[in-house]
Structures are given as C-alpha cells and as structure tokens.
Nanobody, 128 residues
Framework: QVQLVESGGGLVQAGGSLRLSCAASGRTARSYAMGWFRQAPGKEREFVAA????????YYLDSVKGRFTISRDNAKNTVYLQMNSLKPEDTAVYYC?????????????????????WGQGTQVTVSS
C-alpha cells in the first residue's frame, strides 16, 4: 500500500512557475513508477508526465514538453513536477499516482488505468 500526498499548487500568472511535490509513504515507495495527471473543469483526466522507478525513463504530454520537468528523489520518496512558462490552459487539479507494480518497466505509464494509488490532488490556477 502506498499513500501519496501532493503539495505546491497555487495561483500564478501566465509565464510563471510552480513546483509540485508528491510525497509517497511506505517502505517500498521508491520502487514504484510515478505519474502526474491533471483534470480541468468539465474535462477528462489527462496524463501529464511519468517517471519509472529508477528514473531512467521519462514521458511527457506533448503540450508540456520543454516546459515541465518530472524528477524523483528516492532518498526522500518524493517526485516533483517543475512547471515553467505556465499557460492558462494548464489550469487544473493535478494528481500524482503510482501503479501497484514494483520495479516493473513493462507497464505503460501514460494511461490512467495503469495506476492504482492516487493522491488527493492540488489545484493549479494560471491567470492570463
């Protein structure tokens, strides 16, 4: 069992930056891949970024490539999402998630059905 807690959301002007954090609890937390998803009002939840358990494989939504960076600090059981050059269309509730598969590099990380554990979400609002 893994518990995930996001933090770092807030209100920022377009062009600004935020860094989201996702702290994972549990002895094996560092052995899970992690993903970030977002859901805007009236829209479906969409994949944003993911990183495998070792940090050797990273994936991004096309629209955030070059602006967002996912990273992990396994010593702290924490995954980060650095978001730069934010746009109003990035406004959403951001969730971190983990699949219940330890050290498994065969799973597809860009789809929400892969993930079993979810955080409560953190609001990101980008004003124009």
């Amino acid at each position: 069992q893994v518990q995930l807690v996001e933090s770092g959301g807030g209100l920022v002007q377009a062009g600004g930056s935020l860094r989201l954090s996702c702290a994972a609890s549990g002895r094996t937390a560092r052995s899970y891949a992690m993903g970030w998803f977002r859901q805007a009002p009236g829209k479906e939840r969409e994949f944003v970024a993911a990183i495998n358990w070792s940090g050797s494989s990273i994936y991004y939504l096309d629209s955030v490539k070059g602006r967002f960076t996912i990273s992990r600090d396994n010593a702290k059981n924490t995954v980060y999402l650095q978001m730069n050059s934010l746009k109003p269309e990035d406004t959403a509730v951001y969730y971190c998630a983990a699949p219940d598969r330890l050290r498994d590099d065969t799973i597809v990380l860009v789809t929400s059905v892969t993930y079993d554990y979810w955080g409560q979400g953190t609001q990101v609002t980008v004003s124009s």
